[in-house]
């Protein structure tokens, strides 16, 4: 009986730091995220590492303006 306890509060406080270390997310969506887990800690916990740390989307700003960038460079006179 107390396995499962044991296991549901690791993945319970791994899924609560995983969400705090976690930089693909906006602070509103870090929130709500860790609301879902506080709530229902094993729905929410499992939820979150199946689906809440995934990337919201494959574009990133740092990429973007590198390649930005790279045209600008590339396209200007006289280099």
Do not use: Q
């Not at 396995?3 to 705090?20: C, R």
């Not at 929130?31 to 989307?57: D, K, N, Q």
Request: charged share 15%; no cysteine.
């Amino acid at each position: 009986m107390g396995f499962p306890l044991t296991l549901n509060a690791i993945l319970f406080i791994a899924a609560l730091v995983s969400i705090a270390r976690n930089r693909t997310h906006t602070t509103g969506g870090t929130v709500v995220w860790a609301l879902i887990v506080l709530a229902v800690p094993l729905l929410g916990s499992v939820l979150w590492f199946l689906v809440g740390r995934r990337e919201t989307s494959s574009f990133r700003p740092r990429d973007h303006a590198r390649k930005r960038h790279d045209r600008v460079n590339l396209s200007s006179p006289g280099l």
